[in-house]
C-alpha cells in the first residue's frame, strides 16, 4: 500500500474523482489479476449509491483528487458572483464545454458552469437541457462545499443560491 501512502489518500477522506464528483475512500484493496497484485481505492459515492474501485498507480493520471482549499473555494463563490458569460454558440456547442468543464472535476470551471445557467426569477425559463446541465454543475459543487464545510448538501445548495441571489 506503498502507493496509496505516497498519494495521501487514507481511508475515510473524501476525494473528487473528476467524472463522479465527491466521494469517500472506504477501502484499500489488494486484488491479483491475471498473476499481478493491484492496489486499489474503493471509492464510494453515496448520492449515486456506487461503488468505484481505482488502481492506486491510475489515480493521478484519471484526476482524482482531495477536496478543493479554502483558497479555491473562496474563487468558485468569486465566480459565482460575476457577470454570466453567455457565448453566441449554437447550444450543442456550448452544451459539450459544458459538460467538459463538470466532467473536469474543476471547482472553478464548475463554478463557471453554474453562474453561465443560473437564471433569476425575472429571466426567462431555461430549457431541459440547460436545466439538466445546471443542476449536475450545482450539484456537485454543493456536494463538494458540503464535505468541505461538514455540512449537508440541502445547506450548501441553499448557499450557493444566496450568493447567486446576491450577485
Not at 498473476?35 to 471509492?43: A, W, Y
Not at 472553478?108 to 445557467?117: G, K, M, N, P, T
Amino acid at each position: 500500500m506503498a502507493i496509496a501512502k505516497a498519494l495521501g489518500f487514507e481511508v475515510g477522506d473524501y476525494v473528487v474523482y473528476p467524472k463522479h464528483g465527491v466521494g469517500r475512500v472506504v477501502e484499500l484493496q489488494r486484488s491479483e489479476i491475471a498473476g499481478s497484485v493491484l492496489e486499489l481505492f474503493v471509492l464510494r459515492f453515496e448520492k449515486e449509491r456506487m461503488t468505484l474501485r481505482v488502481p492506486t498507480n491510475k489515480a493521478e493520471a484519471v484526476g482524482m483528487r482531495k477536496l478543493s482549499s479554502q483558497a479555491t473555494l473562496t474563487e468558485a463563490l468569486t465566480t459565482l458572483r460575476g457577470k454570466p458569460r453567455i457565448k453566441r454558440t449554437m447550444w450543442s456547442r456550448r452544451a459539450q464545454e459544458y459538460e467538459a468543464k463538470i466532467n473536469s472535476g474543476d471547482l472553478v470551471s464548475i463554478a463557471e458552469v453554474v453562474r453561465d445557467l443560473h437564471r433569476a426569477e425575472d429571466q426567462p425559463e431555461q430549457s431541459y437541457s440547460e436545466r439538466q446541465i445546471y443542476e449536475a454543475a450545482i450539484g456537485r459543487l454543493a456536494r463538494e462545499l458540503a464535505a468541505m464545510e461538514n455540512i449537508d448538501e440541502p445547506a450548501a445548495q441553499l448557499k450557493i443560491e444566496q450568493v447567486l441571489k446576491a450577485a
